[in-house]
């Protein structure tokens, strides 16, 4: 799909709007409550492409997944794991009432009756994890925990991703796991029990954290990770919720094995990650506009993008709201600004990591020099987005520099007119879709349907904020 979307002339105005749900806690909500004893009510979960990668595998692996009307979940039509998936889907003597079709519970809202940990089934076919890398690392983790034998694949962008970052702690751990040079198809042998270790990691990765949290559930005695800066916590504040033992001490976190994992009722927040495209747009847009967003995820080990806008001098209102889960969430209203060029990098990067692209964009419309270093991690992400922002962002009319942990962009107005391709990134397609707003001449993103991965309706929702976009 190509999207051709024109500047955005007039004020726009927006209030109390919501994004789709955060896609880290999502994927954790569904594969956590697979592992729980008990049912699990999951609301607004993100209903993107990648989610339901997850939400796909996890069928694939027995667990029976209602939708919030009650129907079943249904995967890819055809599948023998998806018949099985669907027939299994009867719930047990004893469990609460469904909620009536419709009524309480929404088309994003989820029912996972857990397995516990010893309850996953092994796959007859691969496991398709799509374009999700939280999908395949935390999968991963959970199959060598659970001793059970899968072949975990992705689409042309995930098969590119590194993989032995996860495979390495986990053979420490005990298990038998083989990748392909380094990336997937990734193959879980069963038979190999685990034991706890102390497991220090040169990268801070949440899904590299997560992965080793995951198996050390499963593992005798004690599993600790090390990572070198404290990489976002959902996994730990999600695992206490369920009452595991989980112990935080600087950048260490320790999990206790054979645990049992307590089902739970679970509110997503609206993803940050996503919001922050909205931010964005809003206040690069014409004087006088103005957004707010509502019930949107701050947890402060991802809120980076809230403190990178204060560095190029935009005002934005935080007002927490009141938390129904182990999560903070916000109302954040944001009107058009003036920016200055902003110094981004260390601590903050890593907590605004998947926000750098759209930050590019900002310092490209900010007046004066903007620099982000530390962001290494970038060139391994769907895309290489260093790269991608670079080469996007200098056809779009910007003076850019591209070092080898970030970028160097000179701001001023942007011209437009350029053809971008998304390179199967949904934050590729998103951020330029939000330059192409404040540029001069339209611009045309191909690849655009990529957005769909974490903002199904993104498009929709540009059009109702009174921009122009044609798709094709
Ligand atoms: C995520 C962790 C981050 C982030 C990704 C989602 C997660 O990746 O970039 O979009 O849900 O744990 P890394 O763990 O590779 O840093």
Redesign the pocket.
């Known amino acids: 799909m190509n999207a051709r979307v024109s500047p955005l002339r007039k004020p726009a105005r927006g209030e109390r709007l919501r994004v789709p749900g955060d896609k ?1 806690i999502s ?1 954790r909500a569904l594969l956590f409550a697979a592992l729980a004893e008990g049912e699990s009510r999951i609301a607004g979960l993100a209903g993107g492409d990648d989610v339901r990668s997850t939400a796909r595998c996890l069928a694939q692996l027995g667990v029976p997944l209602l939708r919030g009307d009650g129907t079943p979940w249904q995967p890819k039509p055809g599948s023998r794991d998806a018949a099985t998936a669907v027939a299994r889907a009867e719930r047990p003597k004893g469990s609460a009432p469904l909620p009536e079709r419709d009524s309480e519970m929404g088309p994003d809202d989820a029912i996972v009756l857990g397995q516990g940990l010893s309850g996953l089934r092994e796959p007859v076919l691969r496991l398709d994890c799509g374009n999700s ?2 999908t395949i690392r935390l999968l991963t983790g959970i199959l060598a925990g659970a001793g059970v034998e899968a072949t975990l694949v992705g689409d042309e962008s995930l098969s590119r991703r590194p993989m032995e970052r996860v495979a390495r702690p986990l053979r420490q751990l005990g298990a038998a796991i083989e990748t392909t040079e380094g990336k997937p198809p990734v193959i879980v042998r069963r038979g190999h029990p685990l034991r706890g270790q102390a497991i220090g990691s040169d990268v801070a ?4 954290k ?1 992965a080793v949290l995951l198996a050390g559930l499963f593992a005798e005695g004690e599993t600790s990770f090390t990572e070198p800066a404290k ?2 916590d959902h996994t730990e504040r999600m695992l206490r919720m369920m009452d595991a033992q989980v112990a935080q001490r600087g950048t260490t976190v320790t999990v206790r094995g054979k645990a049992s994992l307590r089902g739970f009722a679970l509110d997503v927040p609206g993803d940050l990650s996503s919001a922050a495209f909205l931010i964005a747009a809003a206040l690069i847009a014409p004087e006088g506009t103005s957004l707010s967003l509502e019930h949107v995820g701050v947890n402060p080990t991802r809120a980076g993008f809230l403190d990178a806008l204060a560095m190029f001098g935009a005002r934005l209102k935080l007002e927490l709201e009141e938390a129904s889960g182990p999560e903070p969430v916000a109302r954040l209203s944001v009107s058009a600004q003036k920016l200055r060029g902003a110094q981004l990098d260390g601590d903050l990067v890593l907590r605004a ?2 926000e750098v692209p759209i930050l590019a964009v900002l310092g490209a419309a900010a007046q004066g020099e903007t620099v982000i270093r530390g962001a290494q ?1 970038l060139r391994v ?1 769907e895309s290489d987005r260093i790269a991608q922002m670079a080469a996007g962002l200098r056809a779009m009319g910007a003076r850019v520099e591209e070092l080898p942990d970030g970028l160097r962009i000179e701001g001023g107005a942007l011209r437009g007119g350029a053809d971008i391709d998304s390179a199967m990134d949904h934050r590729i397609a998103l951020a330029f879709s939000v330059a192409a707003l404040a540029a001069r001449e339209p611009t045309s993103i191909s690849g655009a349907e990529w957005a769909d991965v974490s903002f199904p309706g993104f498009y929709d929702l540009l059009r109702q904020l009174g921009a122009d976009v044609e798709l094709s």
Do not use: C, L, W
């Open positions: 880290s994927h890398g939280t990765s949440a899904q590299v997560s990489s976002r990591i998947d991690e992400k």
